[in-house]
C-alpha cells in the first residue's frame, strides 16, 4: 500500500521526467521557470468526452486532481512552465463506471485488492449491489485508496425469503416488513435500494407486486431509488408499473414485446443495466495475462468455446437490449462480479449486441456516473475529477480497444499498473 503524499509525488516526478526528455528530443517543451506550475499538459490525442462527443486532437489540462481545461489542442493554452505530454496517435477516454458489482468484503485486504483490480483496468467508481453486510464496506466506502477505484455500497439488499441460498438480504414476507427494510435501510446515506424478483428457476417464492410496491413507495417517500434483479418480461412490466427507477439485469426469459417497450418510452428517467451473458462464443483471452496467472489464464482459454445454449440465452437478452437501446432507453454499465477485467467484456457484448461503441462508452461512463450521482466523473470537462484512461487505438472503431490500455489516471495520478500486476502474479 502506498502512501498517498508519496504515492502523488513520485508519479508526478514521472511525468516531469518524462515531459522533460520529451522535450530536450523533440525542443517543444517551455524552459522551466522557478514559480513553475504544477500543471501537467497532455496534447494531441483524441478524447472522447463521455457524452457521446470527440475532440479529435484534443488536449486537456490537469492540476492535482482536477482537470482544469478541455479543448483542442489548437486553441487550449498551456499553464506558463506547465509539463506537457504529447499523446499523439492515441486515445484518451474518462476512467469507467461499474454501477452492479459483488467484491469481496470478508476482510479489508481483499476488498482493496478487488477494487485495485478495478482500477488496473481503468475502472474509477463501483456500486456494490445488495451485499454488503458489517462495517467494512461502509469504512471503505469513505475512504480514498489509492490505486484502486472508489467505492459505494447500497448496503444490503431486499428479497423474498430464499432459505438456503443467502441470508445476506433483507427476507420481506408482508408490505410491513418491505416498508420496514427499507425504513432501517434509509439512514445509512444511500443512492439506492436493491430488490430481487426471482425465483431461481422455481426454486422460491418471489416477491409478489404488493411487496415490491411496497418498497418503492417507501423508498420514493424517503427520497432513495430502486433497482431490481429481475428475470422475467411480466416482472419487469409490473415494477415498471410500480415506478420503478433501474434494472440491474435486463429481461431474460423471452423477446421483449411492444407494451413493454411503450412502459420504458413513458418513464424516461428508468435506466437498464443489461448485464449480458456469456455470449457462448470462443475468445481471445490473452489480454488479461496481466493479472490472471498462467495456468488459470490457459484453463479459462480452454473454456471458451461455442456453447449454442449460451449463445440463445444471449441472443433473447441481446436483442431486448438493442430494442430498448433504439426505442431511448438509457443504457448504463454494471458487469455483476467481482473480475477486474469484466467491464472490458461486458462492452464488447453490448457492441456484440447491436448497440454502436460510440453509445456504448457513453453508457459506461457518462451514463453510469450520472446514475451513480458522481458529478465528478463519467466525462472529460474541466472541473471534474482527472480520471481517465490512455488508450493505444481507438475503441469507437473497435470497442476492443478499451483493453489497450497504455495509462490509468485516478484523480490525477496514474496507476501504478505493473507494480500491481507484478505483486499480483509475484513476479
Known sequence: MFGQTQFRSKALGAILLSALLSGACMGSLPQPTPDISNAVVFTGARVIVGDGSVIENGAFVVEEDRLVAVGDANSLEPPTGSAQIDLSGRTVMPAIIDTHVHLRTTSRDELVEDLQRKAYYGVAAVMSLGRGTGDLP?????????????????????????????????????????????????????????????????????LTPELYSAVIDEAHQRDLRVTAHVYTLEDAKGLLRSGLD???????????????????????????????????????????????????????????????GAQQRFGIQARNLARLHAAGTTIILGTDGGAGWSPHAEMEDMVRAGMPPADVIVAATGNSAAFMELDNLGTLEAGKSADFIILEANPIEDITNTRQIVDVYLRGVAVEREALSEAWLGS
Open 138 to 206: 461502509f469504512q471503505i466506502r469513505d475512504e480514498v485508496i489509492p490505486n484502486a477505484a472508489l467505492y459505494r455500497t447500497v448496503g444490503r439488499g431486499i428479497t423474498a425469503p430464499e432459505p438456503g441460498r443467502t441470508e445476506v438480504p433483507y427476507w420481506i414476507s408482508t408490505p410491513e416488513e418491505a416498508r420496514a427494510a427499507v425504513q432501517e435501510l434509509a439512514p445509512q446515506s444511500l443512492d439506492v435500494i436493491k430488490i430481487w424478483v426471482d425465483d431461481r428457476n422455481g426454486q422460491f417464492d418471489k
Open 246 to 308: 433501474a434494472f440491474a439485469h435486463g429481461i431474460r426469459d423471452m423477446d421483449i414485446d411492444d407494451e413493454v417497450v411503450e412502459l420504458f418510452q413513458e418513464r424516461p428517467h428508468i435506466v437498464l443495466a443489461p448485464n449480458l451473458p456469456n455470449p457462448g462464443r470462443p475468445t481471445d483471452l490473452s489480454w488479461l495475462a496481466g493479472t490472471i496467472q498462467p495456468d488459470q489464464l490457459e484453463e479459462m482459454q480452454a473454456r471458451s468455446v461455442d456453447n449454442i
